[in-house]
């Protein structure tokens, strides 16, 4: 990907040395002030400071160090006198980096469709997004258009809200980072048209990428890595448009690398989502869309080196087609947890890392064309599906469980099911090479033969037996022991799963916790309001309700659940809040080396069989340190719940 400084000159040197007027004046931007010197050639330089001797030419590599001043003035006109100033309009010495830098941040600029940075349509460029979208907000700025970054981007303010009055004028977005890097997040949430992100770098950005609009979402050659949290979420629910990614990476964030949620088309082209713990997770499940995932060659989309999954795709009557793709040695980290088995009870242990996860509930057909899903910790394809389902030239070898794992969802009202295997491999794998349990109505055939050898259990196995009969449980169950608390707070409440199957407690604003058996020992649970953080929020949060709830055994602290139980925290949203962006924070108290901070709990995910996906809140502890979130947040109607296996502080915020 093309780097800043080579081939052309930075964004700021094209800026000192344009000469046709700019839409706006830049000291409202960034800052700096150009003055041409009267009766007197060449530069004048401020506090009187000597004249550098000749300009070294600029380093050819970008991230070995910033250009100086005068290696940016080096094409500036010769009548030119400088001063240049911080974002807090604090003179900045001509010699120092700070002034070289707050020339080379002098960015962004948003442009109408059909016009580029330097035009005179276009805003000009700004120090921050924020004082950009001040000018869009004070300007006769209207209609389709693109922010265009024309340096990297370190200023924390890069959150675009279609509730912003600045932007009623505006229309479809696009975002464009010519190649440059953002070290913080970018959001663009309660948007009503089409979105677009292209050409950009992120790393290192918590939460990187969050796009949440009714219109469609594209999003094309960009990178995303290291993020403290998911890589990129997007999401269009709220309509019926479509979501398309296309030769972009998302590689070792925390937990999914690319989630996209929609109910129209998903469509991945030559992507790579590696190394974190969930490669990728697209949900076209509430619409009738379809999920089409493709490389232009085998391997261009990848899904590989993930810990609890590689790809997950759902649709309902949509068809999910896997064509070209990788998803091989998705393995678990040590003691990693894997399944939610039952309701209050974690399993560690009971399935582990799976390639490629595909469900299709409503009879959308599901078709696996030239793909592989080797070296998983589990299964290598895990299918859940209602319609037609065809393997075409299928690689699944050595993998932990079943090669290939077919599961018809119409089993019990005996729904017809086929499955088409048309060549391909299915070796050395622990369980079956293939196994399809399709109930008596399902039928599998061989189009060409495939190749098993080696499999543990055998080379494959078809299930046509009828479902069976549901255990049911006598009785109405144990009740729960519920808890009203009153404003000032109550004394620890013994958990008594004797008598109970939990214990709930309820505050004086609607917020519950709900400690779900088996577990042990004393609770409390207090509100949290907003001048009693722990912390100040994250930027582009706004308290909504707070809740606190703490566990003691023998009278100790204790921070963790380890009986198998779990804790439900629910908040009632309010109903100005309701269809808007909204997040379940987690206080952290080991974070930054015990100092603490906020988490961002992850948005709610489940397996091919609806069980939830268990993350880790610290996947790089090691040993792990059994704290889990158990498949995330879930915002939907009045409610925001999220349920984990550990006590603190959570809040709802709003975005």
Not at 434 to 452: E, Q, S, W, Y
Not at 621 to 650: C, Q
């Amino acid at each position: 990907m093309r780097r800043p400084w080579q081939g052309r000159r930075p964004a700021a040197v094209r800026r000192l040395i344009m000469t046709r007027p700019r839409a706006l004046p830049l000291s409202a931007l960034i800052l700096i002030t150009l003055l041409v010197q009267l009766g007197t050639p060449g530069i004048a330089w401020a506090d009187g400071e000597a004249p550098p001797t000749e300009a070294e030419p600029a380093a050819e590599v970008w991230e070995e160090s910033v250009p100086t001043v005068a290696e940016i003035l080096e094409a500036a006109p010769p009548e030119t006198e400088l001063v240049v100033v911080d974002a807090s309009g604090t003179p900045e010495p001509l010699a120092s980096q700070e002034a070289a830098q707050a020339i080379l941040e002098s960015d962004p600029e948003w442009c109408p469709d059909g016009y580029t940075p330097g035009d005179p349509e276009c805003t000009g460029s700004f120090l921050t997004v924020d004082a950009l979208l001040d000018e869009i907000g004070s300007g006769s700025y209207s209609g389709n258009g693109t922010i265009y970054f024309d340096t990297d981007y370190t200023t924390h303010d890069a959150f675009i809200r279609g509730s912003d009055p600045r932007l009623v004028n505006l229309r479809n977005l696009g975002i464009d980072g010519q190649g440059y890097t953002l070290s913080v997040p970018l959001e663009v949430t309660g948007w009503l048209y089409d979105v677009s992100i292209t050409n950009l770098d992120m790393a290192g950005a918590t939460s990187a990428l969050r796009v949440e609009t009714t219109g469609a979402i594209a999003v094309t050659d960009i990178n995303i890595s290291g993020s403290g949290g998911d890589g990129a979420y997007l999401d269009n629910t709220s309509g019926t448009a479509s979501i398309t990614v296309t030769d972009s990476t998302f590689n070792a964030n925390t937990w999914t690398g690319l989630d996209a949620r929609s109910h129209g088309d998903i469509t991945l082209t030559d992507v790579v989502a590696t190394g974190q713990e969930d490669g990728a997770y697209l949900d076209a499940s509430g619409g009738l869309g379809a999920v089409t995932v493709g490389g232009t060659v085998f391997g261009d989309s990848d899904f590989s080196g993930n810990t609890l999954a590689g790809l997950t795709a759902k649709t309902a009557s949509g068809k999910i087609t896997i064509n070209n793709v990788i998803a091989d040695n998705n393995t678990l980290a040590p003691a990693a947890p894997t399944a939610l088995a039952a309701p209050a009870t974690l399993d560690v242990g009971s399935s582990e890392a799976y390639g490629l996860g595909l469900t299709a509930s409503a009879g959308g057909a599901i078709d696996v064309i030239d793909s592989g899903a080797s070296h998983n910790d589990g299964r290598g394809l895990w299918i859940e599906g209602t319609g037609p389902i065809l393997l075409n030239n299928v690689i699944a070898d050595a993998n932990g469980a079943d090669g290939a794992y077919l599961h018809n969802l119409g089993t019990c009202s005996a729904s017809p099911i086929s499955v088409s295997v048309d060549g391909g491999t299915f070796t050395n794998n622990g369980g079956y090479g293939l196994h399809a349990v399709l109930g008596p109505a399902g039928a599998l055939t061989f189009i060409n033969p495939a190749t098993f050898a080696g499999n543990a259990l055998g080379d494959y196995a078809v299930n046509l037996d009828p479902c069976p009969e549901c255990d049911k449980e006598g009785g109405e169950g144990k009740p729960y022991n519920t808890i009203n608390v009153p404003e000032i707070g109550i004394p620890p409440v013994p958990l008594d799963c004797e008598l109970f199957a939990g214990t709930i407690f309820i505050l004086p604003s609607g917020d519950r916790a709900m400690l779900v058996c088996p577990v042990q020992g004393e609770a409390t649970a207090s509100p949290v309001p907003a001048n009693g953080l722990p912390g100040p929020l994250p930027a582009g949060r706004t308290h909504v309700s707070g809740i606190a709830v703490g566990m003691t055994k023998s009278g100790q602290p204790v921070l963790t659940i380890t009986e198998g139980g779990y804790l439900k925290i629910a908040f009632p949203i309010p109903e100005d809040l309701r269809g808007k962006s909204l997040a379940i924070l987690y206080w952290d108290p080991i974070a930054n080396g015990g100092v603490g901070g906020w988490v961002e709990l992850p948005p709610y995910a489940a397996r091919p069989d609806g069980s939830p996906l268990v993350h880790r809140l610290h996947p790089s502890a090691s040993p792990d340190d059994g704290m889990y979130i158990l498949g995330g947040v879930r915002v939907f109607g009045d409610s925001a719940t999220v349920e984990v296996n550990f006590a603190g502080t959570f809040v709802l915020v709003a975005r």
